[in-house]
C-alpha cells in the first residue's frame, strides 16, 4: 500500500485514492498499536526481572501491577479490533434512522437515536454527516441517513441494526402516561469503489424536488434535493442536505450503491442476514434492543442479553459495551459454523 500511494499517478482518481489512503492508515495505527504493546510488555518483563535480582521486588510491587493493568487494558482495546472479522468491519457506514409506531413520541425517539449515534461518532473520533432528513410535523424526525467515515466505522456500527424500542413517560401526553415508541435502524457498509455494482442507466429513475430544512441559503429555493428510485429492485434513496443538485445525485448513487451491493450480497448468499440482518418492522415484537425509562430504568440488547441501568450513559453514546457483546457473540456463532 506504501508503495501505491508513492505512486506518481495515485490522485488522479481522487474517490479510490481517499479510500486506499484511509485504509492504509488505519492498518498502520494499528501496526504500530500492536508493536507498542509487544515492547510495553518486554520492558515491563525486563524491569520485574531487575526488581527480582536485586531483591527488590516487594517495594515495586504496586508499580508493576499498575503496568500490568495498564498494559492489560490496551491489550484488550486492540483485542476487540480482531473481532472486527467481517469483510466489510474497516468500512466507512451509511446509518439510517426512521421511525416506527408510537407517532410523534415515535420520531422523538428517532431523533434522540441520531444524537446518541452522533456522540458515538464523535466520541470515537469518526466523521459523521447528515445527507437526508425529514422533519418531523410536531417533534423529531421521520427518517435521517447519515455517512459515517472512519477506520471501522461499519465494525463498530453494525451491531445497531434493528428494532430499538423506548419506553417512557411521554413528554407529548398532557396525563403524563406511560407510552412505548420504536424505531428502526439500518446500518450499510459503504463500498469501495471496486466493490461496487453496475448502475445503467435505464434501471434508474432519476427526480429532483425543492430541498426542506437545513442546508444553506439556496438549499430551500431551487429544486437541489433527489431521489432514485432502482427499478428492477424497488429501491429508493433521496439526499437532500447537499448544497447542489449534482452534489445530492452523487452522494444518492453512492448510498444506491451500497443498498444494492447488500442486497445482491443476500440474494446469492441465501441469508437474509449477511450484512444487515433481517428486514423486521419497527414495532411490538421485533425489538433488537429496549431502552426503559419508566418505571425502572434499564437498557437490554435482547441479542446478547447485555444490560445496564446507566440509561444516562447509553442515550449519551456511550454503547462500547453493547457493541463488543455483540461482536463475541457474533464471533462465537461463527467459530460453531466453523466447527460444523
Not at 449515534?117 to 417533534?139: M, N, S
Amino acid at each position: 500500500m506504501e508503495q501505491e500511494l508513492s505512486s506518481p499517478d495515485f490522485w488522479s482518481d481522487q474517490n479510490k485514492a481517499k479510500l486506499v489512503s484511509q485504509k492504509y492508515q488505519g492498518l498502520k495505527a494499528e501496526i504500530e498499536a500492536w508493536k507498542k504493546i509487544k515492547n510495553d510488555a518486554a520492558d515491563l518483563l525486563e524491569l520485574a526481572d531487575i526488581f527480582v535480582k536485586s531483591k527488590e521486588l516487594a517495594e515495586h510491587e504496586a508499580e508493576l501491577k499498575d503496568k500490568l493493568t495498564e498494559l492489560e487494558n490496551k491489550y484488550s482495546e486492540m483485542e476487540l479490533q480482531v473481532l472486527f472479522s467481517g469483510s466489510h468491519d474497516r468500512s466507512n457506514a451509511i446509518l439510517s434512522i426512521h421511525a416506527g409506531t408510537g407517532g410523534v413520541d415515535a420520531m422523538d425517539w428517532a431523533q434522540m437515536l441520531l444524537r446518541l449515534y452522533l456522540r458515538f461518532c464523535e466520541r470515537h473520533g469518526f466523521t459523521a454527516k447528515i445527507v437526508d432528513e425529514t422533519a418531523g410535523g410536531e417533534a423529531g424526525i421521520k427518517s435521517v441517513t447519515v455517512e459515517v467515515s472512519g477506520n471501522f466505522a461499519y465494525g463498530w456500527l453494525r451491531s445497531e441494526g434493528g428494532v430499538h424500542r423506548l419506553v417512557r413517560i411521554s413528554p407529548f401526553d398532557a396525563e403524563k402516561m406511560r407510552h412505548t415508541s420504536f424505531a428502526l435502524v439500518e446500518v450499510l457498509p459503504e463500498m469501495e469503489e471496486a466493490s461496487v455494482v453496475e448502475l445503467k442507466d435505464e434501471d434508474l429513475k432519476i427526480e429532483v424536488f425543492r430541498a426542506g430544512g437545513h442546508g444553506g441559503q439556496s438549499v430551500n429555493t431551487t429544486d437541489s434535493a433527489v431521489r432514485i428510485t432502482h427499478l428492477p429492485t424497488g429501491i429508493q434513496v433521496k439526499c437532500q442536505n447537499e448544497r447542489s443538485q449534482l452534489q445530492n445525485k452523487n452522494m444518492a448513487l453512492k448510498i444506491l450503491a451500497s443498498k444494492l451491493a447488500n442486497y445482491y450480497e443476500e440474494q446469492a448468499a441465501q441469508k437474509v442476514k449477511a450484512i444487515k440482518g433481517e428486514h423486521r418492522k419497527a414495532e411490538w415484537g421485533n425489538q433488537a434492543r429496549s431502552y426503559v425509562l419508566q418505571p425502572y430504568r434499564l437498557v437490554k440488547d435482547h441479542r446478547t442479553d447485555h444490560e445496564t441501568a446507566d440509561t444516562e450513559r447509553v442515550l449519551n453514546g456511550e454503547i462500547d459495551d453493547f457493541v463488543e457483546a455483540f461482536l463475541r457473540l457474533k464471533a462465537g456463532e461463527k467459530s460453531k459454523d466453523h466447527k460444523k
